[in-house]
């Protein structure tokens, strides 16, 4: 299958399972992580999910151009369709997202890794929009680009196609955090499971608020936040994590 699911200690694991092709994106994988998230958000069981490739190597190249480039006009156009309205599901989701960048990611695999809450990246991992070298332009994953990078710096790797280090791609702020490869499984693990110990109420309604206010004029995104802090608050996670706050204990969340 091109894409693998599995639900281990409250996280889902979604894979880009081609290493063979370096993880580029099919239209099988796109219908695959669409299915795999609804499933995610359905399963109470699940607290966070955690986005890598298969391999060492490469977490993701980019689309499948190979596949793509020899469709015809209607199917290139549903599968980009498809690919923009993934992105959109990703950077939406309800719950947290972690995106575990173990290999090169490039292309339309910068738009699923922007997509996500968390980046966490190896040391040796190299980043990129080579789009242009082949005559493209990216086009969906620039929405996402243009809301983390600085235009200058973003302009910068657009137009000139070329490779950065972990270390560039931090500066820029594309990704959370770049660790050592030997502690790179360790430091994602030890994240994840802080997420899903934490409210799974608390931060889906965190998470809905923040997308709702985003681009308002100031005094009205605090207005709105201060009523949504409201409902928050009246929540039984809200209630145990006070409670527990208190009497010096961890909290026991439920998600209600």
Same mark, same amino acid.
Request: net charge positive; hydrophobic share 50%.
């Given at each position: 299958m091109d894409?693998?699911?599995?639900?281990?200690?409250? %996280?889902?694991?979604?894979t880009l399972n081609r290493e063979k092709?370096?993880?580029?994106?099919?239209?099988?994988?796109?219908?695959l992580f669409s299915t795999y998230l609804d499933q995610a958000e359905d399963d109470r069981k699940v607290r966070a999910v955690c986005l890598t490739g298969a391999g060492d190597r490469v977490f993701c190249s980019g689309a499948d151009l190979g596949s793509a480039m020899g469709e015809a006009p209607d199917k290139k156009a549903m599968m980009f369709g498809q690919y923009a309205r993934l992105l959109t599901r990703i950077s939406q989701f309800p719950?947290?997202?972690?995106?575990?960048?173990?290999?090169?990611?490039?292309?339309?695999?910068?738009?699923?890794?922007?997509?996500?809450?968390i980046v966490i990246a190896r040391e040796d991992a190299l980043?990129?929009?080579? $789009?242009?070298?082949?005559?493209?332009?990216?086009?969906?994953?620039?929405?996402?680009?243009?809301?983390?990078?600085?235009?200058?710096?973003?302009?910068?790797?657009?137009?000139?196609?070329?490779?950065l280090t972990a270390a560039q791609a931090l500066e820029m702020g594309m990704v959370t955090?770049?660790?050592?490869?030997?502690?790179? $499984?360790? /430091?994602?693990?030890?994240?994840? $499971?802080?997420?899903?110990?934490?409210?799974?109420?608390?931060?889906?309604?965190?998470?809905?608020?923040?997308?709702?206010?985003?681009?308002?004029?100031?005094?009205?995104? %605090?207005?709105?936040?201060?009523? $949504?802090?409201?409902?928050?608050? /009246?929540?039984?996670?809200?209630?145990e994590g006070i409670t527990a706050f208190l009497e010096k204990r961890a909290p026991i969340f439920i998600g209600e």
């Open positions: 894409l693998l699911y599995e639900v281990k200690n409250q %996280i889902a694991w979604v092709q370096k993880n580029a994106i099919s239209m099988e994988g796109i219908r719950k947290p997202t972690l995106a575990k960048i173990n290999g090169h990611c490039l292309a339309g695999g910068t738009g699923f890794m922007l997509a996500c809450d980043f990129g929009t080579p $789009e242009v070298n082949v005559g493209l332009f990216p086009m969906m994953i620039g929405a996402l680009i243009f809301r983390n990078v600085l235009r200058k710096k973003a302009m910068e790797m657009i137009l000139l196609g070329e490779r955090r770049v660790v050592p490869q030997e502690d790179f $499984e360790a /430091a994602t693990l030890k994240i994840l $499971e802080s997420l899903a110990a934490k409210s799974p109420v608390g931060i889906r309604m965190g998470k809905q608020a923040f997308s709702a206010v985003e681009g308002l004029p100031l005094g009205q995104a %605090i207005e709105t936040l201060a009523l $949504e802090l409201g409902q928050v608050a /009246a929540t039984k996670d809200a209630l």
